[in-house]
T-cell receptor, first 114, second 113 residues
Framework: DQQVKQNSPSLSVQEGRISILNCDYTNSMFDYFLWYKKYPAEGPTFLISISSIKDKNEDGRFTVFLNKSAKHLSLHIVPSQPGDSAVYFCAAIIYSSNTGKLIFGQGTTLQVKP | DTGVSQNPRHKITKRGQNVTFRCDPISEHNRLYWYRQTLGQGPEFLTYFQNEAQLEKSRLLSDRFSAERPKGSFSTLEIQRTEQGDSAMYLC???????????FGDGTRLSIL
């Protein structure tokens, strides 16, 4: 039962262009969503998050959009830089149930070409 | 803020042996989490502690797995009688209480021969 899905295993974009990474979820009880970036041989690094009561959150070059009716979120990176090349995971949690369990998607490998 | 520290970074052992991993969280964080990640997958939740209390355990945490956080600071994850399927990256994370992101260490990679 994959509650969080990232259907694109990989994405390649040109430096300076926009990268859009997508994530779908099935559990309407999720109330908080997060994006992590992972380089090889390192642990996931927190990037940006969004509460379910919002539809957009922005932090520098990173913006996360949440569409609750479609159970879909996306991460926009503008402009993309070669250093953004990494695996990106979306994750979701039901904070209101006092769980500690983040549920992750399978990840999308982003390659930004110079 | 020195980040979450995990030791060892790599562990190679024979099937049937016991292994123990250590995690030192960010010092002011009272919540600590363990995850397991296999190739091509996202991390899967194993268990979490608030201070020294283990509040939640995944069904993935079989009887061969045990985690402790004796003084509410560092934590250990032990796997007894290791099996081939235990080969994975074991990740530790920590956070403050409330709606706060979890911050991950670099993991311990376990290889079972």
């Amino acid at each position: 039962d994959q509650q969080v899905k990232q259907n694109s295993p990989s994405l390649s974009v040109q430096e300076g262009r926009i990268s859009i990474l997508n994530c779908d979820y099935t559990n309407s009880m999720f109330d908080y969503f997060l994006w992590y970036k992972k380089y090889p041989a390192e642990g996931p690094t927190f990037l940006i998050s969004i509460s379910s009561i919002k539809d957009k959150n922005e932090d520098g070059r990173f913006t996360v959009f949440l569409n609750k009716s479609a159970k879909h979120l996306s991460l926009h990176i503008v402009p993309s830089q070669p250093g953004d090349s990494a695996v990106y995971f979306c994750a979701a949690i039901i904070y209101s149930s006092n769980t500690g369990k983040l549920i992750f998607g399978q990840g999308t490998t982003l390659q930004v070409k110079p | 803020d020195t980040g979450v520290s995990q030791n060892p970074r790599h562990k190679i052992t024979k099937r049937g042996q016991n292994v123990t991993f250590r995690c030192d969280p960010i010092s002011e964080h009272n919540r600590l989490y363990w995850y397991r990640q296999t190739l091509g997958q996202g991390p899967e939740f194993l268990t979490y502690f608030q201070n020294e209390a283990q509040l939640e355990k995944s069904r993935l945490l079989s009887d061969r797995f045990s985690a402790e956080r004796p003084k509410g600071s560092f934590s250990t994850l032990e796997i007894q009688r290791t099996e081939q399927g235990d080969s994975a990256m074991y990740l530790c994370a920590s956070s403050s209480t409330g709606v706060q992101p979890q911050h991950f260490g670099d993991g311990t990679r376990l290889s079972i021969l």
